[in-house]
């Protein structure tokens, strides 16, 4: 099992990013996606998820309504995209799927 996060960055308060995560190794159409959260000195936060068949979308208190999770399950990858960010968005942002396994995250950082 393989999941890998890209597309963190240095962004301006207001400004917009895309995260993906690229899996392998386990059947990906067949699990629920999540994406979590986690900044320094603060418990892992839940961000959103994402049924199978991307029927279902729940997200966070702190990023409804900003932040939009997405999965394309013949590419076997997940995709957060986040809107309006501010300076509580700053942290490591990962992913997982099957119970136990991530990925080694992407840090998104929010600041002028």
């Known amino acids: 099992v393989r999941l890998v996060e890209s597309g963190g960055d240095l962004v301006q308060p207001g400004g917009s990013l895309r995260l993906s995560c690229s899996t392998s190794?386990?059947?990906?159409?067949?699990?629920?996606m999540i994406w979590y959260r986690q900044a320094p000195g603060k418990e892992r936060e839940l961000v959103a998820w994402i049924s199978p068949d991307s029927t279902t979308q729940k997200y966070g208190d702190s990023v409804k309504g900003r932040f939009t999770i997405s999965r394309d399950n013949a590419k076997n990858a997940a995709y957060l995209e986040m809107n309006n960010l501010k300076a509580e968005d700053t942290a490591v942002y990962l992913c997982t799927g099957p119970s136990g396994y991530w990925g080694q995250g992407t840090q998104v950082t929010v600041s002028s």
């Open positions: 190794g386990f059947p990906f159409s067949s699990y629920i």
